[in-house]
């Protein structure tokens, strides 16, 4: 009889501790889950459990900005808004973080808003400082590129030319004061002949290439020397 006493104390132990569990401890009871969003947007947060009420059984607490519907699916690059009657979910890109471009300008920046790109904005980086919208799509503007490298152009032949006048001018001196080597005066010719090959390039009637070109008595120290100028 000991053994059935025990057993039927503790079953009568077990009984009282689930009934003086609370409500929402109690066997069967499954918490309320909620989707949260965000108070100013509307955009989905994540999913919790409500909280129950202490003193209503059966009764979840369900704070503002959450609501007794299913989570949306998302997949990359969208997002989740509550619709209006509070019941189920708007799906809108979501561009937060992306590099977007100015339509007229090209110029970058930094994405922070959610819905769709106003119009002048795109996705699309320019491919050149160069590149204007049309319709869908950046397209180079060919004008631009050329007077770019015209004014390029006209920038090295005004430095090629000074520098060769300076070395004109030093050999000179030395020539004039009968102080010229050999190899000086060749080197006084040459830069003399150089420089008026400059002077008759024609800029203005089309880029130069590379062909283009003159070749100087010494192109590697006239090539570091526009280097320094032109960076």
């Known amino acids: 009889m000991t053994d059935v006493t025990d057993n039927l104390v503790v ?8 009934e003086l569990q609370p409500w929402w401890l109690q066997r069967g009871v499954e918490p309320l889950l909620l989707c949260n969003v965000h108070r100013g947007t509307g955009e989905f947060l994540c999913v919790s459990e ?3 009420s202490p003193l209503e059984p059966g009764i979840w607490l369900i704070p503002a900005h959450s609501y007794q519907i299913d989570p949306p699916v998302l997949k990359a690059g969208v997002a989740a808004l509550i619709n209006r009657d509070n019941n189920g979910w708007e799906i809108v890109p979501d561009h937060r973080g992306a590099t ?3 339509t007229d300008t090209g110029e970058p920046r930094q994405w922070l808003a959610l819905g769709d790109l106003p119009e002048g904005y795109t996705l699309q980086a320019p491919s050149t400082e160069f590149d204007t919208w049309e319709g869908e799509q950046w397209v180079p503007d060919e004008a631009a590129i050329a007077e770019a490298a015209r004014v390029v152009a006209y920038r090295k032949q005004a430095l090629a030319t000074q520098y060769s ?3 004109i001018g030093t050999l000179q001196d030395a020539v004039d004061l009968e102080m010229a080597s050999e190899a000086e005066v060749a080197a006084l010719t040459a830069w003399k002949v150089y420089r008026v090959e400059l002077s008759r390039m024609d800029i203005t009637a089309k880029v130069p290439t590379a062909d283009d070109w003159p070749i100087s008595p010494n192109d590697e120290a006239l090539a570091a020397w526009l280097t320094s100028q032109l960076t």
Do not use: G, K, M
Request: aromatic share 6%; proline share 6%; glycine share 0%.
């Open 100 to 102: 977007v471009y100015t």
């Open 11 to 18: 079953a009568a132990a077990r009984l009282n501790s689930v």
């Open 165 to 167: 006048t300076e070395r």
């Open 50 to 52: 409500a909280d129950p």
